[in-house]
């Protein structure tokens, strides 16, 4: 059973910096592609960010471009989201996902087939 549990999430000012960890366990984390979404409430989960097997291949919501920088390491079996100059409108639940098409960066939350339990990040003006 492939589990999911992010970790880094908390209260920073605006302009401050955050870094979330998401620890794959169960499941051979080198083969998944991973994905990092946000979601406020009463509105749709959004992608963030993606990552291929490698982390040679990322993708980001042009909302978070230049700011966020999506990263993995395999030999510890954890995706990380590093979080810059964040904005009030940053302030949502981040959920990490995993999908198995490994080689591919996905944006679609229907494409990933694991996911975790979130971890909420408020940013105050």
């Known amino acids: 059973q492939v589990q999911l549990e992010e970790s880094g999430g908390g209260l920073v000012q605006t302009g401050g910096s955050l870094r979330l960890s998401c620890k794959v366990s169960?499941?051979?984390?080198?083969?998944?592609?991973m994905g990092w979404f946000r979601q406020v409430p009463g509105k749709e989960r959004e992608f963030v960010a993606a990552?291929?097997?490698?982390?040679?291949?990322?993708y980001y919501d042009g909302s978070v471009q230049g700011r966020f920088t999506m990263s993995r390491d395999n030999a510890k079996n954890t995706a990380f989201l590093q979080m810059n100059n964040l904005r009030p409108e940053d302030t949502a639940v981040y959920f990490c996902?995993?999908?198995?098409?490994?080689?591919?960066?996905?944006?679609?939350?229907?494409?990933?087939?694991?996911w975790g339990q979130g971890t909420q990040v408020t940013v105050s003006s």
């Open positions: 990552v291929n097997w490698r982390g040679d291949g990322q």
């Open positions: 169960g499941g051979t984390f080198s083969t998944y592609g």
């Open positions: 996902a995993a999908h198995s098409d490994s080689g591919s960066v996905h944006s679609q939350a229907d494409r990933y087939d694991y």
